[in-house]
C-alpha cells in the first residue's frame, strides 16, 4: 500500500495568493483528517470527514479556509486568500474506522510570504 | 471533552538510559490512546495503541506503555535508549473518530 499521500510536499506563496493542498487516503480508510502542526500551536485538528461528509469542521480558523472531499479517494484543503501566518506544516491522515489508529501523510510544509 | 496533558517538553537521556515520556488524559468515556513519534521533516508513525484489552502495551522499537485508569495515565516507557530514538512523541486520545494530541515531548539521546 502506498500510504497517505499528500502534494505537494513544499509550497512556497505570496501573502493573498490562494493555496490548495491536496491529499490521496489509504484505499479503504473510510475517515479522512486534516491536521496542522506549528510550534506555537502543536497539532491542530481542522476538519475530517467520514464517508466524504464533513463531521466536524469546528477546527478551521476562519473563512478562507476551506475543505472539500469529492470522492473517497480524494481530499483538497484551500486558503484563499493565504496570510503568512499560516504558514505551517500540513498534515492529512486516514483510517478505516472508530477507535483505530490514524495513518498520516508526509506533509505539506507551507510557506507564505 | 477529551484533553492530552505531556509532562516535560524536553526529555534527555544517556544512551542505554530508561526513557519515561508522561501523558495523562481526561476523557468523559473509555478512551482509545496512542502514542505517535515524529522525526524531523517526517510524518507521524504510530508506536504503540491501548484498545481496552491488555493494559500494557508493546509497540516498535521497543517501547511499551501502561493504562493506569486510576491514574489516568499513560506513560511511554523503554528500558534502554537507542540514538536513533531521538524525536518527538505525541500521545494522544480518541473518543469517537477524531484524535486530540498532547503537545508533544522532544526526546534527546546523548551519547
Known amino acids: 500500500d502506498a500510504g497517505v499521500i499528500q502534494s505537494p510536499r513544499h509550497e512556497v506563496t505570496e501573502m493573498g495568493q490562494e493555496v490548495t493542498l491536496r491529499c490521496k487516503p489509504i484505499?479503504?480508510?473510510?475517515?479522512l483528517f486534516w491536521y496542522r502542526q506549528t510550534m506555537m500551536r502543536g497539532l491542530e485538528l481542522l476538519i475530517y470527514f467520514n464517508n466524504n461528509v464533513p463531521i466536524d469542521d469546528s477546527g478551521m480558523p476562519e473563512d478562507r479556509f476551506s475543505a472539500k472531499m469529492p470522492n473517497a479517494s480524494f481530499s483538497t484543503l484551500k486558503i484563499q486568500p493565504s496570510e503568512p501566518r499560516d504558514s505551517a506544516v500540513y498534515f492529512c491522515a486516514s483510517n478505516p474506522g472508530q477507535g483505530v489508529e490514524q495513518y498520516f501523510g508526509p506533509g505539506t510544509r507551507l510557506t507564505v510570504t | 471533552a477529551q484533553s492530552v496533558t505531556q509532562l516535560g517538553s524536553h526529555v534527555s537521556v544517556s544512551e542505554g538510559a530508561l526513557v519515561l515520556l508522561r501523558c495523562n488524559y481526561s476523557s468523559s468515556v473509555p478512551p482509545y490512546l496512542f502514542w505517535y513519534v515524529q522525526y524531523p521533516n517526517q510524518g507521524l508513525q504510530l508506536l504503540l495503541k491501548?484498545?481496552?484489552?491488555?493494559?500494557l502495551v508493546k509497540g516498535i522499537n521497543g517501547f511499551e506503555a501502561e493504562f493506569k485508569k486510576s491514574e489516568t495515565s499513560f506513560h511511554l516507557t523503554k528500558p534502554s535508549a537507542h540514538m536513533s530514538d531521538a524525536a518527538e512523541y505525541f500521545c494522544a486520545v480518541s473518543e469517537r473518530r477524531a484524535l486530540t494530541f498532547g503537545s508533544g515531548t522532544r526526546l534527546q539521546v546523548q551519547p
Open positions: 484505499s479503504g480508510h473510510n475517515s
Open positions: 491501548y484498545t481496552s484489552a491488555a493494559t
